[in-house]
């Protein structure tokens, strides 16, 4: 497994994360497939040359949506995988876990 560094992330190639709750992964892909959904709504007005405030408000809810997925994933990351490293891990591996947090924690927040 290589790193690959993107804008500052450690990304591994066919990293999976430790545990994942069965009934919050399909929640999450129930939304993700209302979102994909949403997004083709949004195309389809923006070819009709709706109006601009209604394309806006469908724009929010996609973004508002696509923050919850968010917040569903950074819950099971830290309840899981951040637990796992920074109990079970090395004090490198942990400190790279916290690295790792506050970038997520920062780039989600905007």
Not at 3 to 12: A, H, N, P, Q, S
Not at 39 to 59: A, F, H, N, S
Not at 78 to 107: F, R
């Amino acid at each position: 497994m290589g790193y690959m560094i993107t804008k500052g992330w450690r990304r591994v190639k066919g990293r999976k994360a430790v545990a994942v709750d069965a009934e919050i992964k399909e929640s999450n892909l129930r939304r993700l497939r209302r979102i994909e959904g949403q997004v083709r709504g949004l195309q389809k007005m923006v070819e009709e040359d709706r109006y601009c405030p209604d394309i806006m408000i469908q724009l929010s809810a996609v973004h508002e949506a696509l923050r919850t997925v968010g917040r569903s994933l950074m819950r099971n990351h830290l309840m899981h995988c951040a637990t796992h490293a920074i109990t079970h891990g090395t004090e490198k591996e942990a400190k790279s876990t916290y690295d790792e947090l506050l970038d997520l924690i920062y780039k989600h927040a905007r």
